[in-house]
């Protein structure tokens, strides 16, 4: 079975400042690898994704990640913080099974940025 | 963009009650999730469908169930609400393409926050 952490619970950074997040699955075959962000009282947004091919992606709002299969790692990066993109981050990894894909995420890791 | 639609968004309710919890997708995605979030905490899937007349109970034991009579359309119910069940509830569809590697992310509802008092 898959699993995911995510290290840092809560990370502040300063706007302007660069960000990376961790992220670490568990996945025994080639895994399928997602960003996703959640504001306040939101659903989750998609930020990026990996399925294959080239292992450093780009996504929405400025956001990257680089797969490091030899690392089991999905790292989140941006160069330069802004204030709205204080959120929770998930990381998921995606399997698929004999009818479909399923999804399993990791704990979360709140963003605070200051002014 | 909201193809993804959950209602209500926001639920104060007293013990005992019946209540159901719509979610709508007009994608045409076969799959469709419910998970369950605490303020902070992660995702635990509670149920899903793989498209028509199919459900199943995900990870996470809950006294919810849930019903697929049509594609767009996937509410979950509480018989008999209680504190425990305060929480919030996202609603998520994906594409399903048997036989074909082809993995559609997950789109996700904006979320029911449910209070049980």
């Known amino acids: 079975a898959q699993s995911v952490t995510q290290p840092d619970i809560h990370i502040t950074v300063s706007e302007g400042a660069s960000l990376e997040l961790r992220c670490n699955y568990s996945y025994g075959a080639t895994p399928y690898l997602f960003w996703y962000v959640q504001s306040p009282g939101q659903g989750l947004q998609l930020l990026l994704k990996y399925f294959s091919g080239d292992t450093l992606v780009q996504g929405i709002k400025g956001f990257e990640a680089e797969f490091k299969r030899s690392q089991s790692s999905f790292n989140l990066r941006k160069p330069s913080v802004h204030w709205s993109d204080a959120a929770e981050y998930f990381c998921?990894?995606?399997?698929?099974?004999?009818?479909?894909?399923?999804?399993?995420f990791g704990p979360g890791t709140r963003l605070s940025v200051l002014p | 963009e909201a193809d993804i639609y959950q209602t209500p968004r926001y639920l104060v309710i007293g013990t005992g009650k019946k209540i159901t919890l719509e979610c709508s997708q007009t994608m045409g995605h076969d799959k469709m999730y419910w998970y369950q979030q605490d303020p902070g905490m992660e995702l635990h899937l509670i149920h899903y469908?793989?498209?028509?007349?199919?459900?199943e109970k995900g990870d996470l034991s809950s006294e919810s169930t849930v019903s697929r009579i049509r594609t767009e359309h996937f509410p979950l119910t509480l018989e008999s609400a209680r504190p425990s069940h305060t929480s919030q509830y996202l609603c998520a569809s994906s594409e399903y393409w048997q036989d074909s590697s082809y993995n559609s992310p997950l789109h996700f509802g904006n979320g029911t926050r449910l209070t049980v008092t």
């Open positions: 998921a990894v995606g399997s698929r099974d004999n009818y479909g894909q399923n999804f399993v």
């Open positions: 469908s793989y498209g028509v007349n199919s459900t």
